[in-house]
């Protein structure tokens, strides 16, 4: 597979062709041109994963096609070659939009890593947008979103059991998201027109859960004042989703078991069985092996409900899927406060990787939405740096220190980046590569010539 196809602009022929050739040779398909009106039609007929252009050249220059480019094609990230003394001029571009920039000449492997940045950056958009087609296009259908293949294959499971009237067992995590395939399993169904009733069994007292769920006759108890239907009975034609199911009395169960077997409840305080039409979905943490064998889960309830099982993996174990999700529900958020939807870096997307998400989709979810709102973790680096006894990890607190000690430089020397360079003791192209990164520029913003 390629690493991804790059269109190279550069009016010097004989650098176009030498870093054409380096990056062919390193597993990218390039589209190489010399002029930059042809790059530019070439990006209107094609989908490239990044563009990488020269910043001076005679007639269109770098800086102009980079304006066409976000005008035209905004999604496509664009990476400036600059030469000696144009870091300025770079830091502008990529306040008005360019991805990176690299001082020429450039060292060959670190302009694979650029690329490979953005083209990782690109393919990410691209699938974000392709999935929230798919879930707009569904209506909302699945609403399981991840490309991991444990998911494919848990979509592929719900969309076969959906429209088999049989109960299913899922198990997973805590917030690894045991409703939404409930509701999806319920939403492609031949019951989707009904009720769909979910009972955290967790959340009702054993005290009342009888009458809650089986309802109950005038006069059964105090201030049972006329006679009320139950959960399964409000349920009729639908689905009864039966949350947290490991944590039911044990005196209930059996009464759970004989529904499940014989599709018919009993209200408390009366002698009349009532047949219910309903599909049950029952969720738990675990596989309940250890509640049978503490003597806390009957046996034989397990089996009933465990005859189809969905197994839904925790995110730790489908890592890959974490950068969608988090976009997704950024993306979401924004729309929903209207706010403008935020960039995703690569630094954030490293951090988020590195977790463990005990708490699963459900804590990505609330990391995603506080993102999208400011309430998040943009100002850490600073702050760690303030305060030296925070939890933010190590190389976040490096990079908040390394920040201060570049821009003190810059402040110090009026902006002159080689002289900044000089007295931090650092290679000039190594001060210009983490002015870009972490978007430091010069109180003057001069020249970095001496």
């Excluded at 959906?162 to 319920?186: F, N």
């Excluded at 092996?289 to 465990?306: N, P, T, V, W």
């Excluded at 740096?385 to 933010?392: G, L, M, V």
């Excluded at 002159?416 to 109180?443: D, F, M």
Aim: hydrophobic letters at 40%; proline letters at 3%; a negative charge.
């Amino acid at each position: 597979m390629s690493r991804g196809h790059v269109l190279l602009v550069d009016d010097d022929r004989d650098l176009l062709k030498a870093a054409t050739d380096w990056l062919e040779v390193s597993g990218f398909s390039v589209s190489a041109f010399h002029r930059p009106e042809e790059a530019y039609q070439q990006l209107l007929r094609t989908d490239p994963d990044v563009l990488v252009s020269d910043i001076r050249m005679p007639g269109i220059d770098g800086m102009t096609l980079l304006n066409s480019v976000i005008k035209a094609r905004g999604e496509v990230p664009v990476i400036l070659m600059t030469g000696h003394g144009d870091v300025t001029l770079a830091v502008k571009a990529m306040k008005q939009g360019a991805e990176d920039f690299i001082e020429k000449p450039y060292d060959a492997e670190y302009l694979l890593s650029v690329l490979d940045k953005a083209v990782e950056k690109r393919r990410m958009k691209r699938e974000i947008a392709r999935l929230q087609k798919l879930v707009q296009e569904d209506g909302g259908g699945s609403q399981i979103v991840g490309d991991s293949s444990a998911m494919r294959e848990l979509r592929r499971r719900v969309a076969t059991l959906a429209d088999v009237d049989i109960d299913v067992l899922i198990i997973g995590e805590t917030g690894s998201g045991k409703e939404l395939v409930a509701q999806a399993l319920h939403r492609q169904g031949r019951r989707c027109s009904g009720p769909f009733v979910a009972i955290n069994c967790a959340a009702l007292p054993e005290s009342i859960f009888e009458s809650e769920v089986f309802g109950h006759a005038k006069g059964a108890f105090t201030g049972a004042l006329s006679d009320r239907e139950g959960k399964f009975e409000y349920a009729a034609g639908g689905t009864v989703f039966l949350d947290e199911i490991e944590s039911m009395p044990l005196s209930l169960q059996a009464k759970i078991l004989r529904v499940l077997q014989e599709r018919v409840i009993e209200r408390l305080g009366e002698n009349r069985l009532r047949p219910v039409d309903v599909r049950i979905i029952a969720a738990a943490k675990s596989d309940l092996s250890g509640e049978i064998a503490a003597g806390r889960f009957r046996e034989d309830l397990f089996y009933r409900l465990a005859t189809v099982d969905i197994r839904i993996p925790p995110l730790r174990q489908r890592r890959e899927d974490i950068g969608l999700l988090f976009s997704h529900f950024a993306s979401l958020a924004a729309h929903r406060y209207g706010r403008a939807e935020r960039a995703v870096s690569a630094d954030l997307l490293a951090r988020l990787h590195q977790e463990e998400w005990r708490g699963n989709v459900r804590e990505l979810k609330a990391r995603a939405e506080r993102f999208a709102i400011g309430l998040d973790e943009t100002n850490a680096s600073v702050a760690a740096s303030r305060n030296p006894d925070s939890d933010t990890a190590l190389p976040d607190q490096l990079a908040a220190y390394e920040m201060q000690l570049i821009r003190a430089a810059l402040d110090q020397h009026d902006g002159n980046t080689a002289r900044a360079a000089s007295s931090l003791g650092i290679p000039h192209r190594t001060l210009n590569e983490k002015i870009a990164r972490y978007g430091l520029r010069g109180r003057g913003e001069k020249s970095s010539d001496l």
